[in-house]
């Protein structure tokens, strides 16, 4: 059975109520935190070491402040699944230009948020497979799993991986030493001293990309290759989240379902 972390960010007590059932109904088992406004879902976040698996954002009302939630959420965390709700398509660009997994349109139908979350669900069930880093320090052995790791460093022999957490874990060796661990994974050398999770990144500039606060050097040297690896990575998760469009219900078309797409645009 597959269970979430699930955050609503919703003021709207009956579409609440509403979309809290369905989701039992579709991830049965599950976590799910209901916030009315998006301040308070923030100050969770805050806290929280573990990421949501997916939140729901509405964003018509003034209380959950849906298009600055997001944008800070996304400052912080680029992996989550962040779901646009509305009663109208108004946000259909903001959502292309944040990343967001999906767009919902309210009332949410059952088949609607079953088509949203089957994906999520057999991604989630993948990542019980999911690639691991192993080293050995001081007699004792670490596994760490690649979504756990922002980046990671290398100074004097000492290579340091710094955590989602915030915590840095260490070993003696070399960058290099890992290469064949990180080969083919969301990982990227940037820099002879730096390797960056690009699934952590909020932000890139011609210089360096950001974690968070944490600024990370592109070298000359790495610039190029970077940079288009980091592009290749983005226009993917696009596709894989957006599938080739958007799915929304209630539009005014020939069937209830209907399928948009920003490609082109």
């Known amino acids: 059975m597959t269970m979430m972390t699930i955050a609503i960010c919703d003021d709207m007590q009956a579409d609440t109520r509403r979309l809290h059932k369905q989701l039992v109904q579709i991830v049965p088992g599950s976590e799910i935190r209901i916030f009315k406004s998006g301040e308070l879902l923030l ?4 806290k929280k070491r573990k990421p949501y698996d997916v939140i729901f954002v509405n964003m018509d009302s003034k209380k959950t ?3 600055n939630t997001i944008r800070k959420i996304r400052e912080r965390e680029m992996s989550v699944a962040v779901i646009f709700m509305s009663r109208s ?7 292309f230009d944040m990343f967001a997994y999906n767009y919902l349109l309210k009332p949410v139908t059952l088949e609607a948020l079953e088509y949203v979350m089957e994906p999520l669900k057999k991604r989630l069930n993948a990542d019980t497979d999911e690639r691991m880093i192993h080293f050995q320090y001081r007699a004792r052995v670490y596994t760490l799993r690649h979504s756990q790791v922002s980046y990671i460093t290398s100074s004097l022999h000492i290579v340091n991986f710094h955590m989602t957490d915030g915590s840095t874990l260490q070993c003696r060796g070399k960058l290099k030493d890992f290469e064949k661990q990180l080969e083919n994974s969301t ?5 002879q001293s730096f390797i960056v999770n690009m699934e952590r990144i909020t932000g890139a500039k011609t210089e360096s990309f950001s974690i968070g606060e944490n600024v990370i050097p592109i070298s000359r ?9 980091y592009e290749e990575y983005l226009q993917l998760q696009q596709e894989i989240s957006w599938g080739g469009g958007i799915r929304v219900t209630g ?3 020939d069937r209830e379902v209907c399928y948009w797409s920003w490609r082109g645009q």
């Open 221 to 229: 040297s790495y610039n190029k290759t970077a940079h288009e690896r």
């Open 43 to 46: 100050e969770e976040l805050e």
């Open 251 to 253: 539009v005014d078309c």
């Open 187 to 191: 990982f990227l050398r940037c820099h």
């Open 89 to 95: 398509d108004e946000y259909y660009r903001d959502a």
């Open 65 to 67: 402040d849906g298009l």
